[in-house]
């Protein structure tokens, strides 16, 4: 459809230096925290094993991991199905846990200089039970600026102008109740 030609448009403008950079600072800052088990960025010799995957139609490709790039990244449910299944069962309270809980986790980032250049916050992020997990660290980058309480605040209202516009679309008798619980939190964090 066009949503899938917009969304590869996209995907080609990101530079494969900067996705492996991404995944490579995540990796050795916020392996915990962003789902990642194990990366593969550089070519090995004989260090595994070539492996036969099978794809969705049930065919077979034999894989040479020395020679592949990978990672090995936690199963997570994204955000939106989360707060979805969450608000459908009118459970506002844990909605707002959980979305407090990106929050915090952003903060966590910004305050070791950690800075993710996406805004996707419904598709970039999600949970592993009641663990907040930022699974797309596709772009993922380091960053002094993000220690700046005022910029800290400008990309959290950008995030959450996103939570908005969905709550809007989807869960509007919620959104004035969820998004001034948001802006509480990002006015009360960032002293501003």
């Known amino acids: 459809g066009e949503d899938e030609v917009l969304k590869q448009q996209k995907m080609k403008k990101v530079s494969l230096y900067t996705v492996l950079s991404g995944y490579k600072i995540a ?16 070519e090995t010799i004989n260090e595994f094993p070539d492996v036969l995957l099978v794809d969705k139609q049930g065919k077979h490709h034999l894989i040479d991991l020395d020679n592949t790039r990978f990672v ?15 608000l459908e069962n009118q459970n506002l309270k844990v909605a707002k ?10 903060l966590s980032y910004y305050q070791k200089g950690l800075f993710d250049l996406g805004v996707g916050i ?17 772009k993922m980058t380091m960053d002094e600026q993000v220690l700046k309480p005022e ?3 400008e990309r959290l209202k950008v995030m959450t ?4 516009l969905w709550l809007l679309k989807n869960y509007p ?5 969820i998004m001034f619980t948001l802006n509480n939190k990002i006015n009360e964090v960032t002293g501003l």
Do not use: C, M
Request: charged share 25%.
């Open 97 to 106: 846990t959980r979305l407090l809980q990106i929050i915090d986790l952003y």
């Open 122 to 138: 419904l598709d970039n992020n999600g949970f592993i039970g009641d663990q907040p997990i930022h699974f797309d660290v596709s």
């Open 161 to 164: 102008k996103k939570i908005d």
């Open 27 to 42: 990796y050795e800052h916020e392996a915990k925290s962003t789902g990642l088990i194990y990366i593969h960025l550089n």
């Open 151 to 153: 910029f800290q605040k």
């Open 72 to 86: 090995i990244q936690l199963r997570v449910e994204e955000l939106n199905s989360v707060l979805k299944n969450l």
């Open 173 to 177: 008798k919620y959104r004035q109740d």
